[in-house]
């Protein structure tokens, strides 16, 4: 789920390289003490920064003192030239940095943890090295350009278990769950193979909070204990969290998303890749038309009760829980399915690997599949997606 979101005006725009935070986490006194250096393009007239809820004590740029503003969430400053930006600052519990116990994690608000573009179209490098409290660990997101909701961190006393390409942080003396990871090689082989990009990093880390959560982070994920003890998978089917989140690694980490209004394709691909997971692992093709007639289902209760909404969302819908939502899960992989029985498996499958080359989002799905399938595709889209 999002937290809320800001928007920056192209007068602020900033083209970021890399963000490294440093600093201390006290999870007992939750609170985080942090130190993050913006490196970026060379930039011209004044910065904005999203930074919702921090409270900022002091910003250099070139190692200099400068002056900013902080208010209705936005951290505003001069810096032209091309020297770093240091903030220093402290955060609190927030829609994206949860305290929970000895354990604390991030949850996709990233600009309420840590100040930065929210804009999907920003995308850097990111490391952290925090201070963590005695007999915990810290485990941080893995290497690779990608927009900052996908940033993240976990703190506490945690174990890891390896097996291959899967690693995998449970709670002190909490086994990793059976069933659980068991396909994750296969799962990223398998998204590799439908892309046409492989994954990007040496290991796909899940860390098991003991609290409600699932956040893709660049190189694994998030979740729950709840979730996974809730929905482990069976030795014929894989577990959502598996499939979905691994997914994400191309649709949200690898495929650039031109702005929030075409934040829907990335979960209607993720939830998509829920059903046909089965299809490319096991051939088990009715496993994928029951997982699309459940979500077909729920999305026509949903839509019978709050009216449903598009797909692509513009405006003042196209911020917040505004693009996520009972929309992009319910609604999304049911209108990708539709659009994959509309042109074809071999045109769809195609089209998808067109569109991770080039991406675009709404737009640049639309002309990847019309090129694949040589045929218009302007009324599904408007009709099925919202698509002027």
Known sequence: MLGAMFFVPAAFALD???????????????????????????????VRLDAEGLQITGVTVGGRRVPFTHRDGFLELDAPGGAPIVVTYT??????????????????????WLPCPSDPSDRATFDVDLRVPDGSVLVADGDGEAPAYTWGFAVGPYE???????????????????????????????????????YANRHYVTVLTPYSSAQEVVGGAWIGLPEVEGSPGTARTTAWYTSHEAMHQWFAVQVPLPSWSDHWVNEAYASWFEGWVEVELRGDREAHAAFIASRAEKRA??????????????????????????????????VLDALRIRVGDEAFLAGTKRFVATGGGTRGLRAAMEASCAC?????????????
Do not use: C
């Not at 278990?161 to 659980?180: I, L, N």
């Not at 218009?376 to 002027?388: K, N, Q, S």
């Open 91 to 112: 955060a609190g519990p927030s829609g994206g940095l949860r305290f929970e116990g000895e354990f604390a994690s991030t949850q996709y608000a990233t600009w309420t």
């Open 376 to 388: 218009d595709l302007a009324g599904f889209f408007r009709d099925e997606v919202g698509l002027p």
């Open 16 to 46: 970021l390289t890399h963000v490294r935070l440093a600093g201390s986490i006290d999870v007992a006194g939750k609170r985080l003490d942090g130190v993050a250096t913006l490196e970026t393009a060379p930039r011209e007239g004044p």
């Open 160 to 198: 890891r278990h390896a097996d291959g390409v899967s690693v995998v942080y449970t709670p002190r003396g909490v086994p990793v769950p059976e069933h659980a990871f068991r396909d994750t090689a296969a799962v990223l082989a398998k998204a590799a193979e439908l892309t046409g990009m492989p």
């Open 301 to 334: 209760a949903w839509e019978a009760r709050t009216g449903g909404r598009a797909l692509h969302v513009t405006g003042e819908h196209a911020r917040g829980e505004g693009v996520g939502g009972a929309a992009v899960y319910l609604k999304g992989p049911v």
